[in-house]
């Protein structure tokens, strides 16, 4: 795996702001203990001479107050800035960029009443400057000062749909609604946000609906029709994630249609619905698995797109006899060969369109490929993973046997043949419960727009702390073996 080399520079560069290089700890749940704090940078790029806002948002114990916030930031060719907050729990400060160009680096601290203090759990930096200076751009990377950070981290690369985004700079306001508003709004990442890097690539992409039939559908070959693909995809074999954000509300978004470099996933989501983007990060990072119920019919992804001629997928070299320069529809060696292209044909000095990189028809059943699954084959199995969930130190949902209801089953799952003996059961619901909605299903459930907004439930939860685990474990040099041993 690749590391940007402006992250190497910046652990040696600010060694006060970031935890030591010695040991690694062990994986373990006091995120998920008060005196809590997180915090955020705003805007996600910013040029030079021109305002950032940080804001560090506080969380202690039941009896507890908050004593003091504080941020301290570092930018490029200057001392450490700080800023005190006393008796609150939100703390903000604006600070205005210099002149020069890098890497900023800030975290935050509370103090409570009890004299008991939390931290961030790693540092975080973003670029200031040119934004082309840095590839691939740090939107919000976690640092914590050790050259091993990368292997524990996970990395999501955010791709520009270039026929849906006019610019760089509305897709970056649009992932920062998506970062703050959608994954860290859920307690479930927000007190993990210390193995999380967001950057973005200056590549264009390209994404298509699940039901297109297409190969780049949900963001699985962005690169495809790019004559320097293989220069993009190397570029983005560094990351665990890679997401391509659309403006197409029209478009069903889905996740791990294929796997990139290394075993990456990768995604679609509509750039304006942090849920939708939050549900399929789900999919893609944990391998969470959908808990809402649609036919067989519904779920098939069909073709609704293929070219206006059979010729249009075959190119042609106009002005030459070789044969084979022109092929019947259908592909193949032309065993008579003419001087001429037929008028739908392009040039082969042109790449090919998409609709004529066709994808095989898709149907996925309802399952997990989480160590710890969020949906379930009978009743004994749901009720066994909520009395696990309940008593798991990062689970901060409650979970309750009771809550274990059949999504779909016997001879009803999707996907599957017709009278499969097969049941699928789920465990999560909103917490708490939106009014008149006690059955209201979680995030990974059908969005909706009741209150409180949609999150992971505790079968979820359980899931991503698992998959945290692991990534933490195998980073500071565990076996497979040994993470799962610990994690599970």
Same mark, same amino acid.
């Given at each position: 795996m690749?590391? @940007?080399?402006?992250?190497e520079?910046?652990?040696?560069?600010?060694?006060m702001?970031?935890?030591?290089?010695?040991?690694?700890?062990?994986?373990?749940?006091?995120?998920?203990?008060?005196? +809590?704090?997180?915090?955020?940078? /705003?805007?996600?790029?910013?040029?030079?001479?021109?305002?950032?806002?940080?804001?560090?948002?506080?969380?202690?114990? !039941?009896?507890? =107050?908050?004593?003091?916030?504080?941020?301290?930031?570092?930018?490029?060719?200057r001392? @450490?800035?700080?800023?005190?907050?006393?008796?609150?729990? #939100?703390?903000?400060?604006?600070?205005?960029?210099?002149?020069?160009?890098?890497?900023?680096?800030?975290? %935050?601290?509370?103090?409570?009443?009890?004299?008991?203090? *939390?931290?961030?759990?790693? %540092?975080?930096?973003?670029?200031?400057?040119?934004?082309?200076?840095?590839v691939?751009?740090?939107l919000?990377?976690?640092?914590?000062?050790?050259?091993?950070?990368?292997?524990?981290?996970?990395?999501?690369?955010?791709?520009?749909?270039?026929?849906?985004?006019?610019s760089?700079?509305q897709?970056?306001?649009?992932?920062? +609604?998506?970062?703050?508003?959608?994954?860290?709004?859920?307690?479930?990442?927000?007190?993990?946000?210390?193995?999380?890097?967001?950057?973005?690539?200056?590549?264009?992409?390209?994404?298509?609906?699940?039901?297109?039939?297409?190969?780049?559908?949900?963001?699985?070959?962005?690169?495809?029709?790019?004559?320097?693909?293989?220069?993009?995809?190397?570029?983005?074999?560094?990351?665990?994630?890679?997401?391509?954000?659309?403006?197409?509300?029209?478009?069903? =978004?889905?996740?791990?249609?294929?796997?990139?470099?290394?075993?990456?996933?990768?995604?679609?989501?509509?750039?304006?619905?942090?849920?939708?983007?939050h549900?399929?990060?789900?999919h893609?990072?944990?391998?969470?698995?959908?808990?809402?119920?649609?036919?067989? !019919?519904?779920?098939?992804?069909?073709?609704?797109?293929?070219p206006?001629?059979?010729?249009?997928?075959?190119?042609?070299? =106009?002005?030459?006899?070789?044969?084979?320069?022109?092929?019947?529809?259908?592909?193949?060696?032309?065993?008579?060969?003419?001087?001429?292209?037929?008028?739908?044909?392009?040039?082969? /000095?042109?790449?090919?369109?998409?609709?004529?990189?066709?994808?095989?028809?898709?149907?996925?059943?309802?399952? /997990?490929?989480?160590?710890?699954?969020?949906?379930?084959?009978?009743?004994?199995?749901? #009720?066994? @993973?909520?009395?696990?969930?309940?008593?798991?130190?990062?689970?901060?949902?409650?979970?309750?046997?009771?809550?274990?209801?059949?999504?779909?089953?016997?001879?009803?799952?999707?996907?599957?043949?017709?009278?499969?003996?097969?049941?699928i059961?789920?465990?999560?619901?909103?917490?708490?419960?939106?009014?008149?909605?006690?059955? /209201?299903?979680?995030?990974? *459930?059908?969005?909706?727009?009741?209150?409180p907004?949609? +999150?992971?439930?505790?079968?979820?939860?359980?899931?991503?702390?698992?998959?945290?685990?692991?990534?933490?474990?195998?980073?500071?040099?565990?076996?497979?073996?040994?993470?799962?041993?610990?994690?599970?």
């Amino acid at each position: 795996m690749k590391i @940007a080399s402006a992250l190497e520079r910046v652990a040696v560069l600010v060694p006060m702001l970031l935890a030591g290089c010695g040991t690694v700890p062990e994986f373990d749940y006091r995120r998920h203990q008060p005196p +809590r704090v997180s915090v955020t940078h /705003s805007p996600l790029v910013q040029g030079l001479g021109l305002p950032v806002e940080l804001v560090a948002r506080a969380e202690v114990a !039941e009896g507890s =107050d908050v004593a003091e916030v504080r941020i301290t930031l570092t930018l490029p060719g200057r001392s @450490a800035t700080e800023r005190v907050c006393e008796g609150t729990a #939100e703390c903000r400060m604006t600070v205005i960029t210099g002149a020069r160009q890098g890497l900023a680096v800030y975290r %935050a601290s509370v103090l409570d009443s009890e004299g008991r203090r *939390g931290e961030t759990g790693a %540092a975080y930096t973003f670029w200031v400057g040119d934004p082309e200076a840095a590839v691939p751009l740090p939107l919000r990377v976690a640092l914590d000062g050790d050259r091993d950070n990368r292997a524990r981290r996970v990395d999501v690369l955010l791709v520009r749909d270039s026929d849906s985004y006019a610019s760089d700079v509305q897709l970056w306001q649009d992932a920062e +609604r998506l970062i703050y508003r959608g994954l860290l709004a859920d307690p479930t990442y927000r007190w993990r946000d210390h193995q999380l890097g967001f950057y973005y690539t200056f590549r264009p992409g390209i994404t298509r609906d699940y039901h297109s039939g297409l190969q780049v559908r949900c963001g699985q070959d962005p690169w495809l029709t790019d004559p320097e693909r293989e220069a993009a995809e190397d570029a983005a074999e560094f990351a665990d994630v890679v997401a391509v954000l659309h403006r197409n509300p029209g478009y069903r =978004d889905c996740s791990g249609l294929g796997a990139g470099a290394g075993g990456q996933t990768r995604f679609s989501a509509d750039g304006a619905s942090p849920e939708v983007f939050h549900h399929e990060f789900g999919h893609a990072f944990a391998g969470l698995s959908d808990e809402y119920f649609e036919s067989t !019919e519904d779920r098939r992804s069909r073709s609704d797109d293929a070219p206006a001629s059979p010729w249009a997928c075959i190119c042609c070299d =106009d002005g030459t006899d070789t044969p084979g320069d022109v092929g019947p529809p259908g592909g193949g060696i032309d065993p008579d060969p003419i001087d001429a292209c037929h008028p739908d044909q392009p040039p082969c /000095s042109e790449t090919l369109p998409l609709e004529c990189h066709t994808a095989d028809p898709f149907c996925p059943p309802l399952g /997990s490929t989480c160590a710890h699954s969020n949906v379930f084959p009978s009743r004994d199995d749901c #009720e066994a @993973a909520a009395v696990a969930a309940a008593a798991h130190p990062g689970v901060e949902v409650a979970a309750a046997a009771e809550d274990c209801r059949r999504l779909c089953g016997p001879g009803n799952c999707p996907c599957l043949p017709p009278g499969d003996p097969t049941e699928i059961w789920i465990l999560d619901r909103r917490e708490p419960p939106p009014a008149g909605s006690f059955l /209201s299903d979680d995030l990974m *459930g059908r969005h909706d727009l009741n209150t409180p907004r949609e +999150r992971h439930g505790p079968a979820c939860q359980r899931c991503t702390e698992a998959t945290f685990c692991r990534y933490w474990e195998l980073g500071r040099g565990r076996t497979p073996v040994e993470a799962d041993a610990h994690c599970l």
